[in-house]
């Protein structure tokens, strides 16, 4: 328990008559991520969302360190960086403007770290054009650059790899492997495998009801 | 807020200053970005003026160009108009933030959601309720205002577009889900501002009569900060749920 970081214990959501999540438990240490699978409609992304807080679970918890985040759901969110399906961006602004109020409102970004998170993820050349001009991938590769910026040990990933080439998804699976490395924990809602060491990798199927 | 000892090892390995951003500067933030925005789509920010003229310009040609009659009128008019025109732009005050995924970023950013939305209203305000006071005082005149009133137009108009700003910002975030909102938008807000524009036509009609306006002035003045102190929490609230 004490080396235990995010847990989830029992998780019950409904939406409407559908009962999405039925008493689902997790457990994840500082350094593992967890791997959440299962077919379409089977809730990943609901369990994602109550992770975070934007769902409220009828029933169950969710415990950060040992606490419950509905008591401190600040505290959680300034913990966490959530990237759902769409890249957080706005079309009419560039990557680099884009990064400078998305993640300036969690915390103050230099230029020098702008430069270097746009750097990692291959954005350097297209950074000060309007993101409306941007492929589906280059998107999702600015939404990879503000996670790094995010500097913050929970990452929770709704399909992370989506619209990326092989190269896009080898960096997200080196970043995740660096942010594991450094004592960070990762849940991710992935179809297909995630280059991260066995040992670090935990998985959660979801069955449909 | 607590830290864990886990969390604490991932800001340790960043670069740079990894303090929180206070509130203050994230809301600043918010309202430099909306603004930048803004000037970025002009189409959308001329709209809600561009009506405000049209209408005022209108109803000179449909009454009657006798200047005395159009001068009896011109507080209904202007604040009608100016009603209409602010809740033009109400459609998009949190729109966009919705469909691109920027609100759950705000409701997850460790910042005080209430904070991050008021500051959206205010940059609302300052993008159509500050144009239209601007505005306000030359459609007046084409109505037969004396420019005496001109003070008491900008005033009773800056400070009641602060009230309906922020009525229908919770109007805006009650139907954040609804497809085609404007309808639904328009039966939610129109109410809740039928005493700002009681007050507005009235501080306006007693400052083209060259009266004391102070009263009517004060009233909207209470309902602004009264606006100010519980709409963003309704706001908030709202935003949260749609969330969901």
Known sequence: MSDCCLQ???????????????????????????????????GKTSLLRTVSGLMYAEEGRVLWDGRDVRKDLLG????????GHEPPLKADLTPRENLRYWIGV??????????????????????????????????????LAGLALMAVPLWLLDEPTTNLDT??????????????????????????????????????????? | MHRSAAAAAPRRAGAGALAMTSALAAARLTLVRDLRLAFRKRGQLVQPLVFF??????????????????????????WVAALLSSLLALEFLFRDDAHDGTLEQYALSGQSLTW??????????????????????????????????????????AVGSVALSLIGSVGAALTLGVKRSGALLSLLTLPLSMPVLIFGARATELSIKGGDFSAPLQLLGALAVLGVTLAPLATAAAVRINLE
């Open chain 1, 76 to 83: 959680f969110h300034a913990d966490l960086a959530y990237i």
């Open chain 1, 8 to 42: 989830g214990e029992n998780l019950h959501l409904w939406r409407g008559a559908r009962h999405v999540l039925r008493g689902v438990h997790f457990s994840v240490t500082r350094g593992e991520c967890l791997q959440i699978t299962g077919s379409n409609g089977t």
């Open chain 2, 53 to 78: 003229a049209i209408v005022t310009t209108l109803f000179p040609l449909a009454i009657s160009p006798e200047l005395s009659r159009l001068r009896d009128v011109a507080p209904g008019v202007l």
């Open chain 1, 106 to 143: 969690r915390r103050p970004v230099s230029r020098d770290e702008e430069d270097q998170a746009l750097h990692r993820v291959g954005a350097d050349s297209w950074s000060d054009r309007p993101v409306r001009t941007l492929s589906a991938g280059q998107k999702r590769r600015v939404a």
């Open chain 1, 167 to 209: 190269e896009g998804q080898r960096l997200v699976g080196s970043l995740i492997e660096e942010h594991l490395a450094a004592g960070g924990l990762v849940v991710a809602a992935i179809h297909h495998d995630l280059s991260v060491s066995a040992t670090a990798l935990r998985r959660l199927e979801l069955a449909r009801e």
């Open chain 2, 116 to 157: 991050l939305l008021f500051a959206k209203t205010v940059a609302h305000w300052l993008l159509t309720g500050l144009p239209l006071a601007v505005m306000a005082p030359l459609a007046g005149l084409s109505l037969g205002v004396p420019a005496s009133a001109v003070p008491g137009i900008v005033v009773s108009v």
